[in-house]
């Protein structure tokens, strides 16, 4: 099972709403992450989960709060959003291999979030 | 530091024509892995390869094949007799071993029209 699964698909808030985006693998993979894609342009990371560690903050604001419940859960929670915060939100996960690498990492099918 | 560039922004060709898509990085690390993903219109980034530095041999998947020149600091990813459903974006993608975590760094991406 190669699937990364995210709900909900769209997501529509207003700036003082609060809301959590989730994301969920069951491939064993260890290393978990969220990206915001604008249209047009690449996934950008914003956070990477390590061992339900987390490893990086991409210096996301702090309107977006991340959380790893277990190995197999990523949260991403959202508050005070701004218009410019509407984007595509994408999960990953990868497995870490030989010497520390992390291999190929597997998206889920995002999350298109609209704020308004 | 590391980059990506792709210079094709778009490539438009008609079904059952050849295409290829370029990718050229730079990293002053010695290790490293690349990669390409497609992202069609439902918004998935859907993986099709990883190649290890240490590992220039060329790789064919059905249509699909990847021309990997370190000498050249190239990637590049050929599609024969492309296909409507080959419509996509396209990125080339470039990762540390060892201490990022699987960080990746994403060229801007080709968008591929297969005309039917």
């Known amino acids: 099972d190669t699937e990364v699964t995210q709900t909900p698909k769209h997501l529509v808030m207003g700036m003082t709403n609060k809301k959590s985006l989730k994301c969920e693998q069951h491939?064993?993979?260890?290393?978990m992450y969220w990206y915001k894609q604008k249209a047009k342009k690449p996934p950008e990371l914003m956070f990477v989960?390590?061992?339900?560690?987390?490893?990086i903050n991409e210096s996301v604001p702090s309107r977006f709060s991340p959380e790893c419940p277990n190995s197999s859960l990523l949260n991403l929670h959202l508050h005070a959003l701004q218009p410019e915060d509407s984007a595509l939100y994408l999960c990953a996960s990868s497995q870490e291999g030989n010497s520390g690498a992390y291999n190929e990492q597997f998206f889920g099918p995002g999350t298109r979030l609209t704020v308004l | 530091a590391q980059k990506v560039t792709q210079a094709q922004t778009e490539i438009s060709v008609v079904e059952k024509e050849d295409v290829t898509l370029d990718c050229v990085y730079e990293t002053r690390d010695t290790t490293y892995y690349l990669f390409w993903y497609k992202q069609p219109p439902s918004g998935e980034l859907v993986f099709l390869i990883r190649?290890?530095?240490?590992?220039?041999q060329n790789e064919i998947s059905g249509r699909y094949s990847w021309n990997f020149q370190k000498s050249t600091s190239s990637f590049n990813f050929t599609i024969t007799a492309s296909q409507v459903v080959d419509s996509a974006v396209y990125f080339c993608a470039l990762s540390r071993i060892g201490t990022s975590y699987g960080k990746l760094t994403f060229g801007q991406g080709t968008i591929l029209t297969v005309h039917p």
């Open positions: 491939m064993g993979h260890r290393a």
């Open positions: 190649r290890n530095s240490f590992d220039e």
């Open positions: 989960y390590s061992y339900e560690k987390l490893s």
